[in-house]
């Protein structure tokens, strides 16, 4: 799925064949969505199967298992959130049969994840077996700083300082408690964030450089140290795509759309380590206010959408991303400070828009010439025109 979100037309009825298959044609990317779809359906036939969760077929199968430990509910509950994370995707997608795919996932009722239910890994991560996010991006086996611990600083979009027309603070501006949880706080001992705007070149403004910017890589993402665990899919995500597809009449559910941005809160909140009365006051501070509030100016898709956000950076960056393309909502637009997307504020940039899409990897250039060929024009890929199937807008 995320690959096609990416790619657009991709490897698939080919791919992983390893030698027996080293230059595996293109499939059409809605033709794969439509089949993952029924990959899913047919793996959630088998997980309702008694045989599944028999122990005596199964021997071992909680300890195998190091996601839900045996639990083939809560595997379907996952199957379920996977599907309407692809059905959010292509909502607006020409041919898609998404009143069928809905129809699908509620007729199963199961449901989808829902209050402590992240879908996430660990295998046994200890001081001595680290998680590899740990390792990436804490400290190294002999205690040195890790590869991407300095390096990748906070942009201003997400963490100010000041709100401008490109320095939203957006977590700043909302006095949001998660930006502890993502960021760092400046090395120069400042008590305050800040980022640097997308594209500033080095030298135009000193207090954006170095030691003075707050950094990405932050508790919230390692909790427990090296012995933290990794994730799949948070149960915030979950609950945020329920209200959409509740608010756009796609589904049906026993909650309002405002107690499902609310449930998606405060689970964004507790998977973070943040507590429930931090939440209830970050609620109350913006009361009114369109990033949190459902009821507020914007409407409800953008305070879904923003909260959203808020809660994946740095977690399912590629979901926010792909909201950005599959939707018109661009945060900011006709607010106070109305910013539209983060674009680099380079002298040198011309463009207006983000990529819709990613350049094929080199590597298909280099051994599968001749498929990657038949896509784009003549194989040459344009970043800002060439869309994914479910890019529309």
Do not use: C
Not at 221 to 241: H, K, N, Q, V, Y
Request: net charge negative; aromatic share 12%; hydrophobic share 40%.
């Amino acid at each position: 799925q995320i690959l096609v979100d990416v790619y657009g037309n991709i490897p698939y009825s080919e791919a992983l064949q390893g030698g027996n298959n080293r230059t595996p044609k293109y499939d059409d990317a809605m033709e794969i969505y439509e089949d993952l779809f029924r990959e899913l359906d047919a793996s959630i036939a088998l997980l309702k199967d008694p045989a599944a969760i028999d122990p005596d077929l199964n021997s071992g199968i909680g300890q195998n298992d190091l996601v839900f430990h045996g639990d083939a509910e809560m595997w379907v509950k996952f199957a379920n959130t996977l599907k309407l994370r692809m059905l959010m995707h292509v909502y607006q997608a020409p041919g898609f049969d998404v009143a069928g795919e809905a129809a699908i996932i509620m007729a199963e009722g199961s449901g989808f994840l829902g209050n402590d239910e992240d879908a996430i890994l660990n295998p046994g991560y200890s001081a001595t077996k680290p998680s590899p996010f740990y390792r990436a991006y804490v400290t190294t086996e002999d205690g040195a700083a890790a590869r991407f611990a300095n390096l990748e600083k906070a942009n201003a979009y997400a963490v100010g300082p000041v709100p401008t027309h490109s320095n939203v603070g957006w977590y700043s501006w909302n006095g949001d408690p998660r930006i502890d949880k993502f960021y760092t706080l400046p090395q120069d001992g400042s008590p305050d964030h800040n980022g640097i705007p997308y594209g500033e070149i080095a030298g135009v403004n000193p207090d954006n450089e170095g030691a003075k910017l707050s950094q990405i890589a932050a508790p919230g993402l390692i909790p427990d140290g090296p012995s933290s665990r990794a994730w799949i899919m948070t149960a915030a995500e979950s609950f945020f795509l329920q209200a959409e597809a509740v608010e756009r009449g796609i589904i049906t559910s026993s909650m309002s759309v405002e107690d499902l941005v609310t449930q998606g809160v405060y689970e964004s909140f507790k998977f973070l380590g943040l507590t429930t009365a931090e939440a209830d006051a970050y609620f109350t501070a913006n009361a009114g206010y369109s990033d949190t509030d459902v009821n507020g100016p914007a409407g409800a898709i953008y305070t879904i959408l923003a909260q959203k956000w808020f809660s994946l950076n740095a977690i399912a960056p590629f979901e926010v991303w792909t909201d950005y393309r599959r939707t018109d909502i661009v945060y900011g637009v006709g607010g106070e400070f109305a910013p539209g997307p983060p674009i680099s504020v380079n002298p040198a940039n011309t463009r207006t828009s983000l990529p819709v899409r990613l350049f094929y990897p080199q590597n298909e250039y280099n051994y599968n010439a001749a498929n990657v060929a038949t896509q784009g024009n003549g194989g040459v890929i344009n970043v800002f025109t060439n869309r994914i199937f479910w890019d529309i807008n």
